[in-house]
């Protein structure tokens, strides 16, 4: 088959491209950030598995395509889906092509959730192979170990191997996943409000064969109650793998995990906060359900090297100063990162950069009351310029607006650009702090935060 991926350099685009690529398939693509220079070490991936890359300016679309897949972020005004449909190319949403995949895993292992999805894959990703078991991985984020450049989590493996992925409700297409496990970490408030999201999530329990629950969320534990093969995990006493946190941080996080049969495991975790001791014992969980023995689960991850831009530290420059890059960005996730950051220090130099547009919109009252409940008077708090990833959005909102919302006291800055932001940085940080960059879908925040700790 012939496949063009339209936004192929996205995060959950380009491990899809390379699996069609290691499946045999014809496989070129295009990304306007490719025509713009940037993210050259995502496209040299790419290009390393056999796939052409061509430029975003319909060219590349002819009538012996078998299919284009596009990314959410690909509008139907742009050359490509124009030429696309004059061509009467079979044109495919992401998210139906890795639904189709998952589908036909043995088995298909589909991460659901509002949080936490990412940082599942790679714990479990990291797990299989830990214990030599082959899996094609197609994740949001790259293992660490790789950096963040390489944006997304990825490996390829025989037909007859479990396929593990991240499944967004983002776009509506939960719907779509019939997996043999299914994984639904928690519901809350992110692309949608939680009424929106229920029927989705729903419907994806419904199609599981067998599901893991994460038990600490309400929401999650009702739409499953009725399934007949679940698996829940959590912190309450009568979950079918019990959590107890021993210590959150500063910079490890360490619990046990008692199973059915009574015996306590204990979870060793490089990273701090009670969330990633939550996404950790998920990931046990299907590791168990997929066969494998607890003890090997929990030992796997003690040197489990965390997901790029999850909580990822850059390291500790000279003058002891931490520097911390992360993906948060929507109100739980920004929570969990700045709790997990004042864990390790007496104050916190946070840096934010919204989106989105529209996600600052859907963000804007969430953010005005919770960013002045969970900072400390000592910490520091600055808004980054919205992300603009082009296209025809609506920009009569700005990270101003936002700053304008907080109250006084919070002395909030404000740094437009990424040269902004290491000049606010570099007045506000002090021996002992730790500097939080936090944020999504702009491919320069793993590099802004390398860059501040080299300059700091």
Not at 82 to 89: P, R
Not at 407 to 422: E, F, I, K, N, T
Request: charged content about 20%.
């Amino acid at each position: 088959m012939h496949i063009h991926f339209s936004g192929i350099g996205g995060a959950g685009m380009n491990p899809l491209a390379r699996l069609m690529a290691a499946r045999g398939h014809q496989v070129q693509g295009s990304d306007r950030d490719f025509d713009r220079g940037r993210n050259e070490a995502v496209a040299q991936l790419l290009r390393d598995a056999g796939i052409t890359l061509l430029s975003q300016d319909g060219s590349a679309i002819s009538e012996g395509l078998d299919r284009m897949v596009h990314s959410a972020a690909v509008e139907a005004t742009t050359p490509e889906m124009q030429a696309a449909l004059a061509c009467k190319v079979d044109c495919v949403p992401r998210p139906a092509l890795l639904a189709e995949v998952v589908n036909a895993g043995s088995p298909g292992v589909a991460v659901a959730g509002t949080s936490g999805k990412s940082t599942v894959v790679g714990m479990l990703a990291w797990i299989l192979r830990r214990c030599d078991c082959a899996a094609s991985v197609l994740g949001g984020a790259a293992l660490a170990e790789r950096g963040a450049n390489h944006m997304g989590c990825f490996a390829a493996a025989g037909d007859d191997a479990p396929v593990v992925a991240e499944a967004c409700e983002s776009d509506g297409t939960l719907v779509g996943y019939r997996p043999g496990l299914g994984v639904i970490l928690n519901i809350s408030r992110d692309h949608g409000e939680v009424e929106a999201l229920r029927e989705q999530f729903s419907c994806f329990a419904r199609q599981s064969t067998r599901l893991v629950v994460g038990g600490d969320c309400p929401e999650a534990m009702a739409l499953t109650a009725e399934h007949p093969n679940r698996l829940v995990v959590g912190m309450q006493a009568d979950a079918d793998l019990v959590l107890d946190i021993v210590q959150p941080g500063p910079w490890r996080g360490t619990a046990t995990l008692t199973g059915s049969d009574g015996v306590e495991h204990l979870l060793d975790l490089p990273q701090p906060g009670i969330h990633n001791l939550m996404n950790a014992a998920a990931a046990v969980a299907a590791a168990i359900a997929l066969g494998l023995e607890p003890a090997a689960a929990t030992t796997a991850l003690q040197d489990f090297p965390g997901v790029a831009r999850r909580f990822q530290v850059m390291g500790r420059t000279e003058g002891a100063i931490t520097v911390v890059d992360d993906y948060a960005h929507n109100g739980a996730k920004i929570e969990a990162a700045i709790s997990a950051a004042q864990l390790g220090c007496n104050r916190l130099v946070a840096v934010f950069q919204p989106h989105g547009f529209g996600p600052a919109r859907f963000m804007r009252e969430e953010l005005k009351e919770l960013l002045p409940r969970i900072l400390r008077p000592q910490d520091r708090f600055c808004y980054a310029g919205i992300y603009d990833a082009g296209g025809s959005a609506d920009r009569s909102i700005s990270s101003a607006d936002l700053q304008a919302d907080l109250p006084g006291d919070l002395r909030c800055g404000l740094a437009p650009s990424h040269q902004d932001v290491l000049g606010w940085v570099a007045d506000q940080a002090l021996p002992g702090n730790t500097v939080l960059v936090m944020g999504a879908r702009d491919p320069q925040l793993g590099a802004l935060a390398q860059t501040l700790y080299e300059v700091l």
